[in-house]
T-cell receptor, first 112, second 111 residues
């Protein structure tokens, strides 16, 4: 089955800890993205990557970091510098940057 | 003006009704347009792309109005299962051309 997987579905962390969210796709898509969604809000772009070993900041990159060492994988690290990390994190991919995006099931992160 | 704007709703309509919502975009050079559906606490799922000539998929019709810079989604004979939040996405035509998403329009179909 082709698709995008994110793990874990739910994640709980203590304040001050870094946490890494996994995103894997087997769609052979070049572009991958991370979004954050807060209750009742739209999607806000954190980081995106158009090709392997390259990534760009989105609109709210502060307190986050990413890597793109493989085409299939685009992990997101939420660092302790992110002031309000509790949110629903969505990973997406697309054939190319302006094409339709397909989303993974998301990870709900709660930091207390 | 926001790059992509939607009426957040909520829209409450009876089952069987026809409902339409719009999504306005600020950049006239945008070329790619999409509608997504998002159920509560789930990921957005692609509903349909929006083509210049308009397109239809069953009860759903999407249209593009370049002159007024908006796209629309029409749902005919609405079902209870159509209750969801509908997000539009438009490409940003400068730089990396990535998609920009609207805030979403919440739709509830009532029995």
């Amino acid at each position: 089955d082709g698709g995008i997987t994110q793990s874990p579905k739910y994640l709980f962390r203590k304040e001050g800890q870094n946490v890494t969210l996994s995103c894997e796709q087997n769609l052979n898509h070049d572009a991958m993205y991370w979004y954050r969604q807060d209750p009742g809000q739209g999607l806000r772009l954190i980081y995106y990557s158009q090709i392997v070993n390259d990534f760009q900041k989105g609109d709210i990159a502060e307190g986050y970091s990413v890597s793109r060492e493989k085409k299939e994988s685009f992990p997101l690290t939420v660092t302790s510098a992110q002031k309000n990390p509790t949110a629903f994190y969505l990973c997406a991919s697309s054939i190319n940057i302006a094409y339709e995006q397909y989303f993974g099931p998301g990870t709900r992160l709660t930091v207390t | 003006r926001k790059e992509v704007e939607q009426d957040p709703g909520p829209f409450n309509v009876p089952e069987g009704a026809t409902v339409a919502f719009n999504c306005t975009y600020s950049n006239s050079a945008s070329q790619s347009f999409f509608w997504y559906r998002q159920d509560c606490r789930k990921e957005p799922k692609l509903l349909m792309s929006v083509y210049s000539s308009g397109n239809e998929d069953g009860r759903f019709t999407a249209q593009l109005n370049r002159a007024s810079q908006y796209i629309s989604l029409l749902i005919r004979d609405s079902k209870l299962s159509d209750s969801a939040t509908y997000l539009c996405a438009v490409n940003r035509p400068q730089g990396a051309q990535k998609l920009v998403f609207g805030q979403g329009t919440r739709l509830t179909i009532n029995p």
